[in-house]
């Protein structure tokens, strides 16, 4: 079995920073693109950032030059660097991963974390 795991979400003023981390464990082989969503309120789940395992990485317009995603391949783990929240970057943030297993490669989602910018 795969758990991803995630941390950081937390209520922060509109201008501050966060860093959410996602650890992944449990059998495996290899781990490919991994990134983070979010869904806000009302409305649909949006990818927010991505990351090979090369280490090439796209971003949502919402986030170019705010968010950054980075990786540390040897704790299987993944960072969303986010500063100057803004209110509208409110929403719960999933991570996930493309992951190998013994039962082949599949998509692997974390349960959540919620981030509140307001102040």
């Known amino acids: 079995q795969v758990q991803l795991v995630e941390s950081g979400g937390d209520l922060v003023q509109p201008g501050g920073s966060l860093r959410l981390s996602c650890a992944a464990s449990g059998s495996i082989f290899a781990t490919y693109a991994m990134g983070w969503y979010r869904r806000a309120p009302g409305k649909e789940r949006e990818l927010v950032a991505r990351?090979?395992?090369?280490?090439?990485?796209n971003y949502a317009d919402s986030g170019k030059g705010r968010f950054t995603i980075s990786r540390d391949n040897t704790k299987r783990t993944w960072y969303l660097q986010m500063s100057s929240l803004k209110p509208e970057d409110t929403a719960v943030y999933y991570c996930?991963?493309?992951?190998?297993?013994?039962?082949?490669?599949?998509?692997?989602w974390g349960q959540g974390t919620r981030v509140t910018v307001s102040s």
């Open positions: 996930y991963a493309e992951i190998a297993t013994m039962t082949g490669r599949n998509a692997y």
């Open positions: 990351i090979t395992s090369g280490g090439a990485t």
